[in-house]
């Protein structure tokens, strides 16, 4: 059983591009969610989804971040008009019921 | 005050003794408790899990959850070089047996076995 799928492992952006982080859930979960991870800094939760709903977007910030979860297909986190600060790890998590399993996350990098 | 604090460390502790683990939460209305390993520049990966007061155990490994206190703990018995990782504790809440979804971590603790 594959686990959490997660594309480009890294991905470097020039400042103002966009940026669009993909997951693919384990199979049999409908359950998928979104954390980042800054440098020296903790997993900091922000956006949980289900198939063509968003749950709770509370960890996201107001501007340029956006995320779905389409009916078919993987969870996009899109960015635009990237920052130097959004340079970090993005994990990606899905679950059947409450235990998350980790993909291996996409490391960004802002030039 | 955070909502999820774990001791800090770095810990280190020699090969075979027992590492003690700890983490203390804010929100008495969390219901799950989880810990998860972390190698350097690796993804989170999940160890235990653990919902109701007291002990358990998996192998040589033992989550401890007291609610009233709001703390829970890990355990390693018998360390091993290869336990050295960045160990994280994420509380959650769970409605009705199904993922509410967010989790919220610690800073996590980097814990080193020497041989």
């Known amino acids: 059983n594959a686990g959490v799928m997660q594309n480009p492992r890294h991905l470097v952006r020039r400042r103002g591009q966009e940026a669009r982080l993909r997951c693919s859930p384990m199979?049999?979960?409908?359950?998928v969610y979104w954390y980042r991870q800054l440098p020296e800094e903790g997993l900091k939760f922000m956006v949980y989804?289900?198939?063509?709903?968003?749950?709770?977007e509370s960890g996201m910030p107001k501007e340029r971040f956006s995320a779905e979860f389409p009916k078919e297909g993987p969870s996009i986190l899109r960015i635009q008009q990237v920052v130097r600060g959004d340079s970090a790890a993005y994990f990606c998590?899905?679950?059947?019921?409450?235990?998350?399993?980790f993909g291996p996350g996409t490391r960004l990098t802002v030039l | 005050q955070k909502e999820v604090e774990q001791n800090s460390g770095p810990l280190s502790v020699p090969e075979g003794a027992i590492a003690s683990l700890n983490c203390t939460y804010s929100?008495?209305?969390?219901?799950?408790f989880f810990w998860y390993r972390q190698y350097s520049g690796k993804s989170p990966e999940l160890i235990m899990f653990?919902?109701?007061?007291g002990d358990k155990e998996d192998g040589r490994f033992t989550a401890q959850l007291n609610k009233a206190s709001q703390y829970v703990s890990l355990l390693i018995r018998d360390s091993q070089p290869s336990d050295s990782a960045t160990y994280l504790c994420?509380?959650?809440?769970?409605?009705?047996?199904?993922?509410?979804?967010?989790?919220?971590f610690g800073q996590g603790t980097i814990l080193t076995v020497h041989p």
């Open positions: 929100d008495r209305g969390s219901q799950s």
């Open positions: 994420a509380v959650g809440f769970n409605a009705g047996g199904t993922s509410y979804g967010k989790l919220t």
């Open positions: 199979k049999g979960h409908s359950h």
């Open positions: 998590a899905s679950s059947r019921g409450t235990e998350q399993f």
């Open positions: 989804l289900q198939k063509e709903n968003i749950i709770d």
């Open positions: 653990i919902y109701s007061n």
